[in-house]
């Protein structure tokens, strides 16, 4: 079975350079041989099958309306040891604590502008640096309660942090159904190699938003833009797993600065928002006045401090991905320690210098916008040809505050059920992070897999899969 | 329960019996078919007519062929009540609050909506036996109740989606009574003959009536077959069993007991006292299409006071805008 697999030139997360299996891959390596080919195409089969009944599927932005598909999920989990995790958790705990102290200052007295830690002129150019945050005191100091880093591994196997997704990211739900999916595959793999669970995330994640209320019991609403936003599964997911309601802008409505759901009962108050909608949408009296998504008034009753809600507005302005550059200074100016996880290097289009050896090395490098996601917008320098080069010359030129270039990176690779056989696919890895009163990162993560060989796009939007990821004990 | 969430409750009832007494119909016309005797004209006219879709049928179709017709009713997309239609709105109602009912329900009227989707792309109505279409889609619909019956919570959600089921069902109990009596009507006089008993019959089991009728009166006769489906108490189809169950909900979900009303109860109580004490030669005097009219009227009336009372959602975006 992995007599022709091939790990050159990456760091393959289960095969070492010498062809053996890591320590802590070992078992589940042979478990695969025994197994043997086609018994695990059945149960990749069958997993397809039931993702799709349990309707555990998402919109693709930019197809037809209603089309949905299911995340492809490969059955052959990723795993990390204890070492592996300990260095993640710690390195995250670290930087969402320094970029938490961040967006307070920037919203208060911008002490790291006046340091000259960080160019003034990148934060007030900022699209997600918003003026009605400015002196806000979001309750306990919290700005980033739910986040999501993206984590890749070079070719020596150290981690990175790619970007952080600081806006209340997606696809925790397919952490949470995957590894119960797998669970029901590889039962007796769960009982011999001890794998820390994950299925109490929605307790802990109503705990922390709870936490965010004085009231002895808080009123939780989930707030989704709706049945046709991709991520609309998971908002249903988590608010039928909290006991919280789910609730879109309509069914929300502001009296007296309180936030209420309108029900068959009349109104109900509402203590703590979960929101998933930007926060531009959030409320048309102060951002985008079209919005129809969002709640006339949300805004002018959670500054008086009547409704709590996560994230914060306005943490946008801290996974800006020119600001990514600079964390490693933010860590060090608020905490007087250095990362405990690196960066991607990454140049800035907006400096001089970087700029002139972005334009010069095009073809090498990989070009994102600082503000698009879901691998939009993005120019893979290797991939692309000479037309795109020139393209994203120009846009660059136009724009230079709006991109950053990165070296291509060699993600690691884990072996998965391919067309053909089992091989190597790269990944990155998305642990999902709580911040109420500590600052917890759930022992498992979402690992997106690029499922067409030699791809490094992970996104789901883009051909990407998932992994159930097991953190052992 | 968010108004919202009750709404689409109360609608993913609705289309849920209304594709599942689409497909009975079906089923049973096709039965009735096999027995006519050669000649006689096959009778998707009337079907198509009691589902009230008539006009926009013939804006499509020439004729009555039975493939048309099955088309029509259960893949035409244009037809907002085909099967396939009532079962995607059934489907996506439920889907927006997938969080409100039991995830084993979700699971089962997923499937139904992957079943019907499967059938329209691999073109079922083209097979040589698509009777067995309209079977299995009434039993999954049957499997989905049974599976909500044991697993969803007993709350409001519960309430409004059986008042959706319930109002839906009194309505095509009495849609196709109207029409099938309708074409029965001179066939009356010569009751007793083998192919009236086939009409009758058909009727009764269009609406899963068909025995336990025969246990309760034994021979077919049609004033008692017509009491069957408006006033029976005991009977789960029954325009009489439907109104008094929808009635139960409502109160369940306002709390009043007898002496206190919503505007809703008065309507859904008048009406089913109406027919509680109502005698079946007396509905035969006032004319039974005429009774029939009267009853879909308030079945109407319900429903609205249904959304008014419950369903409403203050618009708060414009309101609030103009207050500025």
Known sequence: MFDKYKVSGFYDEMISGEGVARDHYATLKDYLINSGDERLRQLQFSTDKAQMSMGMTFNVYHDSQGVEKILHLDIIPRILNRNEWDEIEGGLQQRIEALNLFIHDLYHDQKILKDKIIPDDLIRSSKDFLDACKGLNPPKDIWIHISGSDIVRDGEGKFMVLE????????????????????????????????????????????????LSDK??????????????????????????????????????????????????????????YRRIDDKFMDPLVFNKDSMLGVPGLFEAYKKGNVAIANAPGTGVADDKAVYAYIPRIIKYYMDQDPKINNVP???????????????????????????????????????????????????????????????????????????????????????????DSIKVIPGALTRVALVEGSLVVNSSQGGGSKDTWVLF | MLSRVANSLFWSGRYLERAENYSRFMEVNFNLMLDLPPGVTELWQPLITATGDLELYKQKYDGYEKEDAIFFL???????????????????????????????????????????????????????????????????????????????????????????????????????????????????????????????????????????????????????????????SLFPRSIYFC??????????????????????????????????????????????????????????????????????????????????
């Not at chain 1, 936003?229 to 609730?247: D, P, R, T």
């Not at chain 1, 309180?258 to 068959?264: A, D």
């Not at chain 2, 859904?268 to 009219?293: M, P, Q, T, V």
């Open chain 1, 216 to 273: 002895e019991k808080p009123s939780v609403a989930v707030l989704t833009p709706g049945i046709y936003n991709s991520a609309y599964f998971e908002h249903s997911y988590l608010a039928l797993q909290m006991g919280a309601e789910l609730v879109t802008g309509q069914d929300l409505m502001v009296e007296n600065n309180r936030v209420y759901m309108q029900t068959t009962a009349g109104l109900e108050s509402v203590d703590v928002i």
């Open chain 1, 346 to 436: 990454t140049y800035l289009c907006s400096e001089k210098d970087s700029l002139k050896y972005v334009l010069e090395h095009l073809p090498e490098l990989v070009v994102k916008e600082t503000n698009a996601a879901g691998g939009y917008g993005m120019m893979i320098g290797p991939k692309a040809d000479s037309k795109t080069h020139e393209e994203f010359r120009e846009k660059i030129l136009n724009d230079p505050r709006n991109y950053i270039a990165q070296p291509t990176l060699s993600l690691s690779t884990v072996p998965t059920i391919t067309d053909k056989d089992i091989a190597a696919r790269h990944v990155d890895l998305r642990p999902y992070i709580l911040y109420g």
């Open chain 1, 164 to 211: 952080d997704n600081l806006r209340c990211p997606s696809g925790v739900s397919y952490m949470l159904e995957n590894r119960e999916i797998i669970k029901g595959i590889f039962p007796d793999l769960f009982r011999n190699l001890g794998v820390q669970p994950v299925a109490d995330y929605p307790a802990q994640l109503l705990n922390m938003l709870q936490y």
């Open chain 2, 243 to 324: 109104l008094n169950h929808a009635e139960n909900s409502l109160r369940q979900i306002s709390g009043n007991s007898s002496g206190k009303h919503t505007p809703v109860e008065k309507t859904i109580g008048n009406l089913r006292a109406d027919l509680e004490f109502a005698d079946i030669n007396d509905i035969f005097e006032f004319g039974l299409h005429e009774y029939l009219d009267k009853i879909q009227v308030q079945l109407n009336k319900v429903s609205e006071q249904v959304s008014e009372q419950y369903f409403q959602i203050r618009p708060n975006f414009t309101q609030q805008i103009s207050n500025q």
């Open chain 2, 74 to 232: 259960a893949f035409d997309q244009d037809n907002p009540n085909s099967i396939l239609n009532s079962v995607r709105r059934a489907r996506e109602n439920s889907r927006i609050v997938r969080e409100n009912i039991s995830k084993e329900s979700w699971e089962a009227i997923n499937g139904l909506y992957h079943f019907v989707n499967d059938a329209h792309g691999g073109k079922t109505w083209n097979s040589d036996k698509p009777q067995h279409f309209f079977s299995a889609v009434k039993q999954k619909v049957e499997l989905i109740y049974g599976i909500s019956f044991n697993t969803d919570i007993r709350g409001d959600g519960w309430n409004f989606n059986r008042i959706g089921q319930y109002l839906e069902r009194a309505d095509k109990t009495s849609r196709i009574l109207d029409v099938k009596y309708h074409i029965l009507l001179p066939s009356v006089s010569d009751v007793g003959s083998p192919l009236d008993a086939l009409h009758w019959a058909a009727l009764l089991k269009s609406v899963s009536g068909y025995n336990s009728y025969r246990r309760y009166y034994g021979k077919l006769n049609p004033v008692t077959a017509v009491e069957y489906l408006i006033l029976a």
